[in-house]
């Protein structure tokens, strides 16, 4: 019912600033939590953002203060605003959605994008 399209990913320096795109298609939109996760080589998945229909979202401690995530609604799409990137911010990028609620784990979403990477060099 929602397939979700990644953009914006690439090389970047650390201090530098990067924006991800998730286009998403399906019905009832409005009504999907969308959520961000991360997961670099060798590591496992990590939560970084969600936002709920309502406008609620929350972050991983990791990057409180440094990303922003939102949504448009009327382009269906959600953001990724990514400042003061750091090395450690380095993976591939994941967007995710679910119908009602965010969740902080990985099998709480139902539609994944097909991820998009992340280097920050130093």
């Known amino acids: 019912q929602v397939q979700l399209v990644e953009s914006g990913g690439g090389l970047v320096q650390a201090g530098g600033s990067l924006r991800l795109s998730c286009a998403a298609s399906?019905?009832?939109?409005?009504?999907?939590?969308m959520g961000w996760f991360r997961q670099a080589p060798g590591k496992e998945r990590e939560f970084v953002s969600a936002?709920?229909?309502?406008?609620?979202?929350t972050y991983a401690d990791s990057v409180k203060g440094r990303f922003t995530i939102s949504r448009d609604y009327a382009k269906n799409t959600v953001y990724l605003q990514m400042n003061n990137l750091k090395p450690e911010d380095t993976a591939v990028y994941y967007c995710?959605?679910?119908?009602?609620?965010?969740?902080?784990?990985?099998?709480?979403?139902?539609?994944w994008g097909q991820g998009t990477q992340v280097t920050v060099s130093s």
């Open positions: 995710a959605s679910r119908y009602g609620s965010y969740g902080l784990r990985s099998y709480d979403y139902d539609y």
């Open positions: 399906g019905r009832a939109f409005s009504r999907y939590a």
């Open positions: 936002i709920n229909w309502s406008g609620e979202s």
